[in-house]
């Protein structure tokens, strides 16, 4: 196989891999009821002058399924654990008990889980995009290129493929958040 064609569809592959890595990123800062660590991914803390992401200085643990506690490595920046929570404006009403943070993370009404699902569903939307745009993009790189007629329509058909493979792996993993959304 031609180096150029090879290099098309690797790089191809590549990009729609990203294009799912970001929407599983996307995917897991939607919360879906239960507590989870990763709700406070998004959460930046001033340590110093300097932001930082809360698990970098705080340990994060779900008690049950609606309690987290944050128990950072100084109490003294408690109060900016604190802070850092409100402004990352995730509806999360911050506690603490002198030693460490507690978030009561509030059953979400059946309203609320329909706009996470519609959410979840934009995500992947959005992912589908990206991966047909990303196969036009290698189908115009495969015209560009100096091939035989038979090469380029299979390198297409190769292309097709793996557009088809990444499009049903973004269903799939939509499937399994919508799942965890509308679960109470």
Known sequence: ???????????????????????????????????????????????????????????????????????????????????????ANLGFNPMNNGESVIINVPILTEERRKELAKHARSEAENAKVSIRNDRKDANNELKKIDISEDLLKNSEMDIQDLTDKFIKKTDELYAIKEKEIMTI
């Open 1 to 87: 196989m031609n180096e150029e064609l090879e290099f098309i569809i690797d790089s191809t592959k590549e990009q729609m891999q990203n294009a799912i890595d970001h929407l599983e990123t996307e995917l897991s800062n939607i919360r879906a009821g239960k507590a989870s660590p990763a709700m406070l991914r998004s959460v930046k803390v001033d340590y110093y002058g300097s932001v930082t992401p809360l698990s970098q200085v705080a340990n994060i643990n779900s008690l049950d399924a609606h309690t987290l506690t944050i128990q950072p490595w100084e109490k003294s920046l408690i109060p900016e654990i604190e802070k850092g929570i409100m402004a």
